[in-house]
Nanobody, 120 residues
Framework: EVQLVESGGGLVPPGGSLNLSCAAT????????MTWVRQAPGKGPEWVSS????????YYADHVKGRFTISRDNTKNKLYLQMNNLKPEDTGTYYC?????????????WGQGAQVTVSS
C-alpha cells in the first residue's frame, strides 16, 4: 500500500523558515517524480515544486523560486521542502504527491497534508 506522510508544518512569522518532510512507503520511491502541491484556504490546489526521480532536476513555481528548495533522499525514501523567507501568502496545506505508473494504469497518491501558517 502506497503511503505518503508529511511532517514539519507549523506557525511561523513572516520571514521565517520551515522544512517539510514526506516519508514514502509502498512503492519504489527512487523511480518516481515527486511533487509538492499546496492549497490555501478557500482556493484550489497550486503546484509548488517537483523533483526528478534521481534528484538531479528540480522545478519551481515562480512565486517560490529562490525561497524554497526541494530535495530527496532515495536511501531514506524521503522528500523534503525547505522553505525560507516565508510570506503570509505561503499559508496553506502542503501535500506531497506522486504518480505511480504501471503497465495497465497510473495512480495518483497524496499525503494527508502539513499545515503551514505564516502570520505575525
Amino acid at each position: 500500500e502506497v503511503q505518503l506522510v508529511e511532517s514539519g508544518g507549523g506557525l511561523v512569522p513572516p520571514g521565517g523558515s520551515l522544512n517539510l518532510s514526506c516519508a514514502a512507503t509502498g512503492f519504489t520511491f527512487g523511480s518516481y517524480v515527486m511533487t509538492w502541491v499546496r492549497q490555501a484556504p478557500g482556493k484550489g490546489p497550486e503546484w509548488v515544486s517537483s523533483i526528478s526521480a534521481d534528484g538531479v532536476f528540480t522545478y519551481y513555481a515562480d512565486h517560490v523560486k529562490g525561497r524554497f528548495t526541494i530535495s530527496r533522499d532515495n536511501t531514506k525514501n524521503k522528500l523534503y521542502l525547505q522553505m525560507n523567507n516565508l510570506k503570509p501568502e505561503d499559508t496553506g496545506t502542503y501535500y506531497c504527491h506522486t504518480r505511480v505508473i504501471t503497465v495497465v494504469a497510473s495512480y495518483d497518491y497524496w499525503g494527508q497534508g502539513a499545515q503551514v501558517t505564516v502570520s505575525s
